[in-house]
């Protein structure tokens, strides 16, 4: 059977989680030798990504991209901030914003699978459906 | 002028101040892959297996024209450690890898009501008859468990197929599952829409799911149902043999919905699905496309249940549930009479019986082309009324004997009086299974045409006149003998008043004739 990216990275999760910092580089040199000797190596980015999810997960980090017409600033952020630790239970947010014209004004929040569609564009969209009808 | 736009404005001022956009939490996740009707998704973490989700390509978010704004939907059939295997109900040109899905957090959902009757609908209730959308607010899930025991009873209506062949030997009951099995082009439909045909004033709603046909064929038999006026309570459920093999998927289950719906209501339905080997290929490709290991001829491993659990919801449901029943008709093609390939022993199994249609005896000119002794109804006597009971069980013996007796009787031209005679009514009981296509028979004809074949009341009749005759009497039993016809109807039971009535019916219609054999000795 094939290791999977997914079974690495839990592995490398439980080897390294309530370590203390000079440790981490011997496990990471074992953890790299012995994808070298199963052949996995190029399975690393994969395994990085997962990686990645387990600790956001197990530490209650949620990465969330912030999307709005202008660029926001810092209190409305914030308050956006505590809203997506609200509605999904992480402790800490870490986010990241861009800039879309053409969504007119609101915003449009994205974590994990999630999508909260704030945006005027939509709302205008959805006016216009219920017109139609 | 004025007037009216200031109604205009005041009325969008309405109609803005009254619509309220919610923000909602959706869940989303994005196409990785694209294959031939199937696609596969990441994310949709929360999603439920046969959930329906809805595809949002990136051109439909452009003001696109509206008819390329059509909305495509699919419905979640795997779910699986990092990803999720979707069918696409409709057009999967549009989709590209990358596009968001979102859940609609429903089951896929088809709208039932008395408007769907006389339609011809796609398994998404869209109206593919022109006669524009359907106008119904009730929508009923697809996939739904079939009723369990203590809502059932046994059969005990029949349902009249008005083919001799079929009622008299193979009867059918309201609430029963008859299998309708043979090879390609040898009448398997034409059974199935001629039973349609007769339901006229029998208090019976049809749906005919057509299963990958051809919409050639498809035309004329709505032409042929609304012909005879049949298309007044029947529904086509039609899946063409272009469209997408996830809507030939679920057009059974579709059209199962749209009967449970007259079902609840306590009415009878009638519903055929021509045909599930067609559906089993279907279900193969999207499995095979989705990855689920084949099995015996490359069907996964679930196709018994695939059938079983659409047939199951056929039922003769009690008083206490409403008495509603639903009849299905499936029908089964044959590559070359093979019974004993794989999805024909698995239907004939979950069936209460089958009619068997065979090759030779099509080619032979006997049409309907039912082999009476590979065919069976395992439940249907139950609901046989008693007058055709009574016909029907002696027919039945002596046509037995007579193949018997015709196969033996080939060798050797010295036979005995009695021998011989039992081959001449033998001949004559084959000319009278013989019918046209969209010719059905009522019950009460059935039994005056059996009752004087096995009373030997036809016996002095030439066999090359017997349809000729046939014919003539009826017209002459529906001007002159209609009290008869309407005692049967109505006591659907023969005794000994009735018997002697019907004797002398035949015998005076024969007194008009001129091509009798001679030696007649039945008079007597």
């Not at chain 2, 959902?109 to 408007?115: I, S």
């Not at chain 2, 109206?127 to 059932?152: H, M, N, Q, S, W």
């Not at chain 2, 997408?244 to 679920?250: E, Q, T």
């Not at chain 2, 024909?344 to 080619?363: A, M, R, W």
Request: proline share 3%; with cysteine; aromatic share 6%.
């Amino acid at each position: 059977m094939d290791i999977t990216p997914k079974q690495y990275a839990a592995a490398l999760y439980d080897s390294v989680k309530e370590k203390k910092k000079n440790n981490l580089k011997a496990i990471l040199k074992e953890f790299v030798k012995f994808l070298a000797v199963n052949n996995d190596i190029l399975k690393s980015e994969k395994i990085i990504l997962e990686f990645e999810k387990i600790w956001n997960k197990k530490n209650k980090i949620v990465e969330a991209e912030i999307i709005s017409a202008d660029v926001l600033d810092k209190p409305t952020v914030k308050l956006l901030k505590e809203y997506i630790a609200k509605l999904s239970g992480a402790e800490q947010v870490f986010s990241s914003q861009l800039v879309e014209k053409n969504l007119l004004g609101g915003v449009v929040v994205k974590y994990g699978d999630k999508i909260i569609d704030g945006s005027l564009k939509t709302r205008l969209n959805n006016l216009k459906e219920e017109m139609i009808k | 002028m004025s007037n009216t736009k200031d109604f205009i404005v005041e009325e969008l001022k309405n109609q803005i101040a009254g619509f309220k956009t919610e923000v909602k939490e959706q869940t989303v996740g994005t196409v990785i892959e694209v294959g031939d009707g199937i696609v596969r998704i990441s994310g949709l973490s929360d999603v439920m297996m046969s959930e329906m989700i809805e595809f949002k390509s990136a051109d439909n978010r452009q003001d696109t024209p509206n008819e390329a704004k059509n909305q495509v939907y699919g419905v979640v059939l795997n779910l699986e450690e990092d990803s999720v295997g979707a069918i696409v109900l409709g057009n999967f040109e549009s989709i590209k890898e990358g596009d968001t899905v979102v859940s609609l957090k429903k089951i896929l959902e088809v709208p039932v009501g008395d408007n769907v009757v006389g339609r011809v609908i796609n398994p998404l209730g869209e109206a593919l008859d022109g006669k524009g959308k359907l106008d119904t607010d009730k929508f009923y899930p697809i996939e739904k468990i079939a009723p369990g025991v203590i809502t059932r009873e046994p059969v005990n209506k029949p349902v009249q197929t008005g083919i001799k062949a079929v009622d008299s030997m193979i009867p059918i009951g309201r609430g029963q599952r008859e299998l309708i099995i043979g090879d390609r082009q040898i009448g398997k439909s034409a059974i199935a829409i001629d039973t349609i045909i007769n339901q006229k004033g029998e208090n019976m709603k049809c749906v005919y799911v057509a299963i990958g046909q051809k919409e050639s064929k498809i035309a004329s038999i709505v032409a042929k149902l609304k012909e005879h006026g049949a298309m007044d309570y029947t529904t086509i459920v039609l899946t063409g043999a272009s469209d997408p093999a996830s809507l030939s998927y679920i057009a059974p289950y579709a059209g199962c919905a749209i009967a449970e719906y007259f079902l609840d209501k306590g009415e009878d339905v009638l519903i055929v699905y021509d045909d599930l080997s067609k559906h089993a290929v279907a279900y193969r490709e999207i499995s095979l496309l989705l990855r689920r290991p084949p099995g015996r001829e490359a069907y996964p491993g679930d196709v018994f249940y695939l059938h079983s659990r659409l047939l199951e919801r056929s039922c003769k449901l009690s008083k206490q549930y409403g008495g509603g029943s639903i009849t299905a008709l499936p029908i089964i093609e044959t590559q070359a009479g093979d019974v004993s390939a794989y999805i024909p022993t698995n239907v004939i199994s979950i069936t209460d019986g089958q009619i068997y249609l065979e090759p030779d005896l099509f080619y032979q000119g006997n049409r309907p082309a039912v082999n009476a002794g590979l065919s069976v109804s395992r439940v249907g006597s139950a609901a046989q009324i008693k007058a055709m009971k009574k016909v029907a069980g002696k027919m039945r013996l002596e046509t037995a004997q007579y193949r018997e007796l015709a196969a033996f009787a080939q060798f050797g031209s010295d036979l005995d009086e009695e021998t011989i005679q039992k081959l001449e009514r033998g001949k004559r009981l084959v000319e009278i299974f013989k019918q046209d296509q969209y010719e059905p028979l009522p019950v009460a004809k059935q039994v005056l045409i059996f009752f004087s074949a096995i009373s030997g009341l036809l016996d002095s009749v030439p066999v090359e006149k017997i349809r000729q005759f046939e014919k003539d009497l009826y017209n002459y039993a529906d001007t002159s003998g209609e009290n008869v016809l309407n005692e049967i109807s109505e006591k659907q039971e023969i005794d000994k008043n009735l018997e002697e009535k019907m004797k002398k019916l035949v015998n005076d219609y024969k007194d008009t004739l001129d091509y009798l054999l001679k030696d007649d000795i039945s008079k007597n």
